[in-house]
């Protein structure tokens, strides 16, 4: 009886860590995740990435419950909206033209993702 006793209130205390933590950024790509997560640690807020490696094991989960997300404090849920809104909406730089193939990126590329050519100097 008394270890039943012991398992319900740790699935009760599980529970209660659960709904401190909020979802506030997922995508396909790990590497969007990342990006919010830099985002996230910039702005000085602590952030958990979950299903880094999970995408494709899980079979029966819908598509976007497998994807990589973030999660982070109850407290610091609007904080970590408002920095990941602020990122999309100006990203530090501007866009430019690959010299090699004349593709348009974006100011976080370094490197031409579509033929590998290096981008301008940075912080100039
Ligand atoms: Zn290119």
Redesign the pocket.
Known sequence: MQSRQAAGSRITRLGTLEDALKRVYRAASLLQVAHARNVLITAGIECELRNQYLAGALGDLPMMETWPQLYVDDDDETLALRALARAAAAPAGTMWT?S????QLEPQFTQ?W????AGPPRGV
């Open positions: 690959c090699g193939c004349g593709e031409c579509l033929c590998g050519a």
